[in-house]
């Protein structure tokens, strides 16, 4: 059982659209990170969301985490090629030393 | 100025065989882990350690000891290596060990298990 549903696990776009990246859970979360993977490199972090309901930006990029914790989104306005990459939604419960628990992953390709 | 590294970047060896992936952070972090990344990108925990004690260990299979000789580094060592074996495997560390850390990911080490 996926502990984190992410979706869509793939999104093609022309530029300049609009999109949004949902990650759900019926499990409660202290925090929850949104990271960008490009090929042949380790995750990075863009955000960590920690307070129900918080809303943070990033640019163009906005992230949501939902009032009881359980959810989150990313959306992307204007996209550009220069968004094209992997993204991952991760959780942390209880202790931060259990590690994250990753989604699936969006493969997000915007094309020029 | 590498926060996180890890040796060696590709891996490829034949089934049966041990080998040994290193990890090491000039961060100062206090806690490290290891992830496993399967070929559909899916990133699991597998260890972390917290001032070189092991926190968790998710149900890996005990041909897999991670080492810790100090809190700097967090290496992974895989005894009779199975063709199940092969995938990208991310060390990454955080400051300590809460759950709004961040957490800071080494660039991988592709193993292939022939």
């Known amino acids: 059982t996926q502990l984190l549903e992410q979706s869509p696990q793939f999104l093609s776009i022309q530029e300049g659209e609009n999109l949004t990246v949902y990650c759900n859970s019926s499990?409660?979360?202290?925090?929850l990170q949104w990271y960008r993977q490009e090929p042949g490199e380790g995750p990075v972090l863009l955000v960590t969301?920690?307070?129900?309901?918080e809303v943070k930006k990033l640019k163009r990029l906005t992230f949501q985490f939902g009032d009881a914790r359980k959810d989150s989104s990313l959306h992307i306005t204007a996209a550009q090629p220069g968004d094209t990459g992997l993204y991952l939604c991760?959780?942390?419960?209880?202790?931060?030393?259990?590690?994250?628990?990753f989604g699936k992953g969006t493969h997000l390709i915007i094309q020029p | 100025d590498t926060a996180v590294s890890q040796t060696p970047k590709y891996l490829v060896t034949q089934m049966g065989n041990d080998k040994s992936i290193k990890c090491e952070q000039n961060?100062?972090?206090?806690?490290m882990y290891w992830y496993k990344q399967d070929s559909k990108k899916f990133l699991k925990i597998m260890f972390s350690?917290?001032?070189?004690?092991?926190?968790i260990n998710e149900t890996v299979p005990n041909r897999f000891s991670p080492k810790s000789p100090d809190k700097a580094h967090l290496n992974l060592h895989i005894n009779s290596l199975e063709l199940g074996d092969s995938a990208v495997y991310f060390c990454?560390?955080?400051?300590?060990?809460?759950?709004?850390?961040?957490?800071?990911f080494g660039p991988g080490t592709r193993l292939t298990v022939l």
């Open positions: 990454a560390s955080s400051q300590v060990a809460a759950p709004t850390d961040t957490q800071y």
């Open positions: 499990s409660v979360f202290s925090s």
């Open positions: 969301v920690v307070t129900g309901g």
């Open positions: 991760a959780g942390a419960m209880g202790r931060g030393a259990d590690g994250l628990t």
């Open positions: 961060l100062g972090h206090d806690t």
């Open positions: 350690y917290n001032n070189k004690e092991l926190i």
